[in-house]
């Protein structure tokens, strides 16, 4: 079993991988595009209308996507059984949130052209969301290679396309509108792909179907809320309490950090719905498999955070130019948040796939109280570097109690 457990893992994690690499790397040329076309300022306003979606879309999912995808890892039987409802109750969140998103947006002290930008992106963040639900769909059958391609064309036209319409236009709104096309395109085939594993496809809104999924789902719910303000907040409150430059300037150096974050990305995908599954049928080999993953993405983590420290001027240098000199100081505490960031990816997988969310959920919702207070005063007295710094501590925090829990739980 664990000869065949290994080669389905290794098969997954090459799609993934080799997508992955190609992705990460034309997602990384977009940015630097993007900076040297229109600066810091254009890198911060970007950065911010993106995030602030990705942080109000804390209700579009409410975490029936993850308990569907552990549900049908555990059971491929109950894929048509459960898919209608989930499929129901995701169209309503889709609609639910994009609502508060214009409430919002409306009261928010950005420019007019911002807000809408921030409408135009909301609206296809909910074919986003509800498409969501089959790439979860393909991941409970250990099936990575059909996200794979949809990642990576999505990449190819953002690139291409995208990078194109910008480096000859140098304008933010029509590079946004080419990127959200991209974005169809790619939720478009996760469709249509992932309506492939269940024998048809329906939408049942049944309120009482609903509320049997949220009692079961809503501890994920809790960890991906407390993840969007974990991972999103610091970018959000630069802008709101520094500016689009100071955004800007901590982007770039995020930018470097995120390339790297494919890797535990990858080892979660491959990994969780099997967890689940031997959480259940063998507890042996769930060890095995939790031991050999921390031991990569440690050992990954720290050589990351050693090259990410010792080459940050070159990184930023070459790759935005002198006029996010100032990214440096910041790229280099980032690198020590690396092996934390890989480990905490893992944790979180675990203790979900075995059951035991609610121990996570405490942990991310501690930690993400602490990030969003780190944040708040750090910003006010050092700005992109005080973000930096949140990040590096809250990270940390949330390695050690996850380590607690996980050897005492």
């Known amino acids: 079993?664990?000869?065949?457990?290994?080669?389905?893992?290794?098969?997954?994690?090459?799609?993934?991988?080799?997508?992955?690499?190609?992705?990460?790397?034309?997602?990384?040329?977009?940015?630097?595009?993007?900076?040297?076309?229109?600066?810091?300022?254009?890198?911060?306003?970007?950065?911010?209308?993106?995030?602030?979606?990705?942080?109000?879309?804390?209700?579009?999912?409410?975490?029936?996507?993850?308990?569907?995808?552990?549900?049908?890892?555990?059971?491929?039987?109950?894929?048509?059984?459960?898919?209608?409802?989930?499929?129901?109750?995701?169209?309503?969140?889709?609609?639910?949130?994009?609502?508060?998103?214009?409430?919002?947006?409306?009261?928010?002290?950005?420019?007019?052209?911002?807000?809408?930008?921030?409408?135009?992106?909301?609206?296809?963040?909910?074919?986003?969301?509800?498409?969501?639900?089959?790439?979860?769909?393909?991941?409970?059958?250990?099936?990575?290679?059909?996200?794979?391609?949809?990642?990576?064309?999505?990449?190819?036209?953002?690139?291409?396309?995208?990078?194109?319409?910008?480096?000859?236009?140098?304008?933010?709104?029509?590079?946004?509108?080419?990127?959200?096309?991209?974005?169809?395109?790619?939720?478009?085939?996760?469709?249509?792909?992932?309506?492939?594993?269940?024998?048809?496809?329906?939408?049942?809104?049944?309120?009482?179907?609903?509320?049997?999924?949220?009692?079961?789902?809503?501890?994920?719910?809790?960890?991906?809320f407390f993840s969007l303000i974990y991972y999103r907040t610091d970018m959000v409150m630069l802008s709101l309490m520094k500016g689009d430059y100071e955004t800007g300037i901590y982007r770039a150096a995020y930018t470097l950090v995120e390339v790297s974050l494919f890797v535990p990305g990858i080892v979660i995908s491959i990994t969780m719905p099997s967890m689940a599954r031997l959480h259940i049928e063998d507890q042996k080999t769930l060890e095995l498999l939790f031991k050999k993953s921390f031991q990569m993405l440690l050992g990954l983590g720290i050589s990351g955070a050693v090259g990410y420290y010792a080459f940050s001027g070159f990184g930023i240098r070459t790759v935005f130019g002198e006029e996010f000199f100032e990214s440096i100081s910041i790229l280099k505490i980032l690198a020590f948040a690396l092996p934390f960031m890989f480990l905490n990816s893992l944790f979180g997988s675990f203790l979900s796939a075995t059951g035991r969310e609610l121990s996570f959920t405490k942990i991310a919702g501690g930690t993400a109280l602490i990030n969003v207070l780190l944040n708040f005063f750090l910003i006010t007295q050092y700005g992109a570097e005080g973000a930096a710094i949140a990040t590096v501590i809250s990270q940390g925090i949330m390695t050690c109690l996850s380590f607690i829990v996980k050897r005492h739980d």
Not at 44 to 51: A, R, V
Not at 128 to 140: H, I, K
Not at 169 to 187: A, E, T, V
């Open 1 to 224: 079993m664990a000869d065949s457990l290994k080669s389905k893992l290794i098969k997954n994690a090459g799609w993934l991988f080799g997508a992955e690499i190609i992705s990460k790397l034309l997602a990384y040329g977009v940015i630097v595009i993007l900076s040297r076309t229109l600066g810091p300022e254009g890198l911060g306003q970007y950065s911010f209308i993106f995030y602030y979606v990705g942080l109000l879309g804390i209700f579009s999912d409410l975490g029936v996507s993850y308990y569907f995808m552990r549900e049908v890892a555990r059971d491929r039987s109950k894929a048509d059984e459960l898919l209608p409802g989930v499929l129901g109750l995701k169209v309503v969140l889709a609609l639910v949130n994009f609502i508060i998103i214009i409430a919002l947006t409306f009261i928010l002290p950005k420019p007019r052209g911002i807000k809408a930008l921030i409408v135009i992106v909301g609206a296809e963040a909910m074919f986003t969301w509800v498409s969501l639900v089959f790439v979860r769909l393909m991941y409970a059958y250990e099936v990575t290679k059909y996200e794979a391609i949809a990642r990576t064309v999505e990449r190819i036209w953002a690139f291409f396309v995208g990078g194109t319409v910008l480096y000859f236009y140098k304008r933010l709104p029509l590079f946004i509108i080419m990127l959200l096309i991209g974005y169809i395109i790619r939720d478009s085939m996760r469709t249509v792909w992932g309506a492939r594993f269940v024998n048809r496809i329906s939408i049942r809104f049944k309120p009482q179907i609903w509320i049997y999924l949220l009692k079961k789902s809503y501890p994920f719910w809790l960890i991906g």
